[in-house]
């Protein structure tokens, strides 16, 4: 029987150089996207796909993270005298239970295979996700709750994945297939952003990890790797062969909201899939267009 994921890690330490001056004194994981955070919709798929703990690695100035998930017993009591009874609702979804949220920190920014290490305490000797808040999926089926539908048919480690146009797998970590059923691929190999003449296929891992503890050993070790930082994706090659290793292609759509051009599309899809809002985005986007 497979250990169940009861804990997710998310990486939040980044700067989000990409996005000032907006993020001069806001976390980029607090961009909104429609209508909640993006560290939020990060969370709520989490939950979604039954994560009971929520760990974030963060760094200095990421308070807001830990106040966006805390109680704010002031505001709840001005919208229960006032009746809003629907605001009162969409707080709820921003609370997270004593003892569920955990934080600590990455002190410095030595690459995500290093914030992820510096969770090892936290996460103990169990499997656990990892979720990158700038990746969002728009799906039916939350991307996790798919990664661990497959997870609990072929364990080890497993990663989301997508293929990606050749030219562009030197900005990918990418995997090397041995076998591949058209949903779940068995993996071999992996290389961190190779040049599209090299790279062994096109598939591409995005920022989402079902991960075993072993991985820690081998982050211990702290080697430097692409662009000088401690990648996840050489510690995940070391561990192949020890372990299962899988990539699931999952059903539904990503967006890099670590990039202007993909949050702004991002915010697009979800605004025009928003239920109460889908159909206004419509019209007040043909406006825009015929303009």
């Known amino acids: 029987m497979k250990q169940p994921i009861r804990k997710a890690v998310f990486p939040v330490a980044g700067l989000g150089t990409r996005f000032l001056p907006a993020t001069k004194a806001m976390p980029k994981e607090m961009l909104t996207l429609v209508d909640r955070p993006l560290i939020q919709h990060a969370v709520d798929e989490a939950r979604a796909a039954g994560i009971e703990q929520f760990i974030f690695v963060t760094s200095r100035g990421k308070g807001a993270l830990e106040d966006h998930f805390d109680n704010n017993n002031d505001l709840k009591r001005q919208l229960e005298a006032k009746k809003k009874i629907h605001a009162l609702e969409l707080l709820k979804t921003t609370d997270i239970d004593s003892g ?18 510096c969770a090892r305490h936290l996460v103990g000797n169990e499997p656990f996700a ?19 539908d497959a997870y609990d048919k072929v364990g080890g480690n497993v990663v989301a994945v997508v293929d990606v146009p050749r030219d562009q797998t030197n900005r990918y970590g990418i995997l090397d297939v041995e ?23 096109t598939l591409s891992v995005i920022g989402r990890y079902i991960l075993q503890p072993e991985i820690f050993d081998e982050l211990e070790a702290k080697r430097v790797g692409q662009g000088g930082e401690i990648q996840l994706t050489d510690s995940l090659a070391r561990l192949i062969g020890k372990q299962p ?12 909201c670590g990039d202007k051009v993909g949050f702004i599309e991002a915010n697009v899809a979800f605004a025009l899939a928003h239920p109460d809002m889908g159909d206004a985005v419509h019209t007040a986007l043909q406006k825009i267009i015929r303009k």
């Not at 979720?131 to 996790?144: G, I, M, N, S, Y």
């Not at 040049?195 to 062994?200: L, M, R």
């Open 100 to 117: 569920q949220l955990l934080f600590t920190r990455q002190r410095e920014p030595l690459g995500l295979g290093h914030a992820v290490w």
């Open 130 to 148: 990892v979720l990158l808040a700038d990746d969002v999926v728009l799906a039916k089926k939350p991307c996790l709750r798919q990664m661990m």
């Open 179 to 201: 076998s591949d059923d058209g949903r779940i691929a068995k993996v071999k190999g992996i290389v961190e952003k190779p040049e599209p003449e090299q790279a062994p296929s």
């Open 245 to 256: 290793f899988h990539g699931v292609r999952y059903e539904g759509t990503r967006y890099d």
